[in-house]
């Protein structure tokens, strides 16, 4: 048996029976032909739940990696599975070319990110699977298929968002687009003047986004706008390494683990210590305002989260975004539950991939983190109850309670999801026990 895998957070454990590390796509090919069921693929273990575990073989593809080509005409690009998207953004700079849009964490291997839907934030911009236009994948049989809009397109439309259950995809062809720089800026305000006002700053933005700690009477804003101005290259820690402030927060985190009455206090002065970023000059309002900053795109989304969480996340309609954090946050204050990270608010386009959170509906998505040295079922079994109030869909990678008849319900095309895994991986060569529960596959 090798060793213990786990997860980013460590909470999710691993002990397959087999590693595997295939180079190439034959390689891929050959395994899943032949290694011991179920076979699940590790990206940079970026996921909350338990999609990767398996006690048979666990499959790593960090060896196929880099951008295989470009189309500059048509403005796409080949990617192999495993490139980091923190990698990844150098490397289509090279070539004059940028993702549409990105989250503002980069660590997640391409097809991780692509097949669990995470997305950034942008009132008309989708999700990374959105800008999917290819993928290869490789089936349970072993055989290779081509999968777009003309050549097995139903395989394309599940395929997008699928978690790695109908195989293991090799490569991706992006929408991208040329390289281009943003400039940050954002403010510190009143929390009931930024919900009143979240359409106005979401329609005025390219991207915008709000961070609420629910104890703190303001919200931490933050804006990107596409800008012609000269960017400034962005010096970035290496991965993994405590920046000042992951370090101020991590030592408020075990502050508040031990005297849980001072975790309002404490979130009062993250608000006002995560302000001074912001507190470049007042507005008439109260409101605090940064001074701008600019940068590349694929440097300007990225934010360098090191102190180590569990996340819960649903995308719920994008009119009840602002009446469903308003409950959750009254929930947190009053739930008793000791907490100390912030409420995140983002926008996100719909799109058309079959299991997609933002499947055909424009979204607000609501992220709810936990320090990783404390439980959360408690805290998020009542706010997952909240989300599903609102009509939310979890995450395919952050930690939810649903099952098949629940995933039935919220998705119109799942009868059809199932039935083409079935098709694809008759056997369920590619589902663990996790996976199992939330097909409703026995």
Request: glycine fraction near 8%; aromatic fraction near 10%.
């Amino acid at each position: 048996m090798t060793d213990v895998w786990s997860n980013w957070s460590g909470w999710v454990k691993a002990w397959p029976q087999n590693l595997a590390a295939p180079s190439t796509e034959e390689e891929v090919a050959e395994v899943v032909r032949t290694a011991q069921a179920p076979i699940r693929v590790a990206g940079r273990g970026h996921s909350f739940t338990p999609l990767v575990e398996s006690s048979g073989t666990l499959m790593t593809l960090w060896g196929l990696a880099g951008v295989i080509d470009h189309d500059e005409s048509a403005q796409t690009a080949r990617i192999k599975a495993g490139t980091t998207i923190r990698d990844l953004g150098p490397e289509l700079f090279e070539r004059g070319l940028a993702l549409v849009n990105q989250g503002d964490v980069d660590r997640q291997a391409l097809a991780g990110a692509v097949g669990t839907g995470t997305h950034g934030t942008g009132g008309t911009l989708g999700s990374l699977s959105s800008a999917v236009t290819g993928f290869r994948l490789v089936t349970a049989s072993g055989d290779i298929l081509t999968c777009n809009a003309n050549e097995n397109p139903d395989v394309f439309d599940a395929g997008r968002v699928s978690f790695g259950s109908l195989g293991v995809m090799t490569e991706l062809t992006m929408k991208c687009r040329p390289i281009y720089a943003l400039e940050e800026d954002g403010g510190r305000m009143p929390i009931e003047e930024v919900l009143r006002r979240v359409e106005e700053f979401r329609d005025a933005n390219r991207h915008f986004e709000f961070f609420w700690f629910p104890f703190a009477k303001d919200a931490l804003l933050k804006f990107l706008r596409e800008t012609d101005e000269e960017p400034k290259r962005r010096r970035r820690l290496p991965d993994g390494e405590l920046a000042r402030s992951d370090k101020v927060v991590m030592w408020a985190c075990d502050i508040s683990r031990f005297l849980p009455f001072l975790r309002g206090p404490l979130q009062r002065f993250l608000t006002s210590a995560s302000g001074s970023r912001y507190a470049a000059s007042a507005g008439s309002d109260g409101a605090e305002f940064q001074k701008k900053k600019v940068r590349w795109s694929h440097e300007a989304f990225p934010s360098d989260r090191n102190v180590r969480f569990n996340e819960m996340e649903y995308a719920v309609p994008a009119k009840r975004g602002p009446d469903c954090i308003r409950e959750v946050g009254e929930h947190m204050r009053k739930c008793g539950a000791n907490f100390l990270f912030p409420l995140e608010f983002r926008y996100v386009a719909g799109d058309d991939a079959w299991l997609s959170p933002f499947y055909k509906r424009d979204s607000v998505t609501i992220s709810v983190h936990q320090y990783h040295k404390q439980p959360y079922d408690e805290l998020f079994a009542g706010i997952e109850t909240i989300f599903r109030k609102y009509e939310g869909r979890p995450h395919w990678a952050k930690i939810h309670t649903l099952v098949a008849k629940d995933f039935e319900a919220l998705y119109p095309r799942w009868d059809d999801f199932r039935s083409l895994r079935r098709r694809l991986d008759p056997t369920g060569k590619f589902l663990n026990t996790y996976l199992k529960r939330i097909l409703g596959e026995a």
